[in-house]
């Protein structure tokens, strides 16, 4: 079983950064693609960005610009670096790991939120 590990979320004020990371006890880390999910309370979960085993990355219109996913094989992570917060992005973030069209693992989840 693949475990993942998010970290990183707070609290900020709109307008700050946060760096999401989340940490896979895996061994194929690297053929894993992974992905940045949120939950606000009362929403469904949204996808917010992607990243392929070969690095392509894509993301959710509303975050296009202010985030970037990236990923360190070496270290069997995958992070989220957040710029310009709204407080809609205000959310349990949380990543995933996928092969193919099967899902591996989530994680449990840091929550982040962005209030003055």
């Known amino acids: 079983q693949v475990q993942l590990v998010e970290s990183g979320g707070g609290l900020v004020q709109p307008g700050g950064s946060l760096r999401l990371s989340c940490v896979a006890s895996?061994?194929?880390?690297?053929?894993?693609?992974m992905a940045w999910y949120r939950q606000a309370p009362g929403k469904q979960r949204e996808l917010v960005a992607t990243?392929?085993?070969?690095?392509?990355?894509n993301y959710a219109d509303s975050v296009k610009g202010r985030f970037a996913i990236s990923r360190d094989n070496a270290k069997n992570t995958v992070s989220l670096q957040m710029n310009s917060l709204k407080p809609e992005d205000t959310a349990v973030y949380y990543c995933?790991?996928?092969?193919?069209?099967?899902?591996?693992?989530w994680g449990q989840g840091t929550q982040v939120t962005v209030s003055s």
């Open positions: 995933r790991a996928d092969v193919g069209d099967n899902v591996v693992s």
């Open positions: 895996a061994m194929l880390f690297r053929l894993y693609a």
């Open positions: 990243i392929t085993s070969g690095g392509s990355t």
